[in-house]
């Protein structure tokens, strides 16, 4: 559970926006940067470590990034943008053992619309 003050979550979710975009615009050391210095700010904050590991997939850093995703997931195990932040991390990293465990773990605490749809599209795909 987050331990940042309500006043803090708009800021912060301004923070992760833009170094959403950053990533789109291929400045993954600048959105890996400032992401890293949310997590140091506030070190109990899931998605500030999930956007983390994400922007670090990105570089290739994947022990890195596998590793922000689990801090994530115990911090929040029942948020499905997590779940699905580490899913795709693994996947990214080729571990897709452990992607679809997670699926499976997150399904036993939660329904979510993303994995249903994303298991239809590995399904046409032929995964």
């Not at 923070?15 to 506030?42: G, S």
Request: with cysteine; proline share 3%; glycine share 4%.
């Amino acid at each position: 559970m987050s331990q940042m003050p309500d006043n803090e979550h708009p800021r912060v979710t301004e923070i992760v926006k833009h170094a959403i975009e950053l990533e789109k615009e291929n400045e993954i050391a600048f959105a890996t940067q400032i992401l890293a210095d949310l997590v140091a700010q506030f070190p109990a904050e899931a998605v500030a470590h999930g956007y983390l590991g994400w922007i670090l997939s990105c570089s290739e850093r994947h022990r890195e990034a596998i590793e922000h995703c689990r801090v994530a997931i115990q911090l929040a195990p029942r948020s499905e943008r997590v779940s699905l932040l580490l899913f795709r991390v693994l996947w990214g990293a080729g571990e897709r053992d452990l992607a679809f465990a997670e699926m499976k773990r997150f399904v036993t605490v939660g329904r979510s619309e993303e994995y249903l749809n994303l298991i239809n599209e590995l399904h046409q795909a032929g995964l």
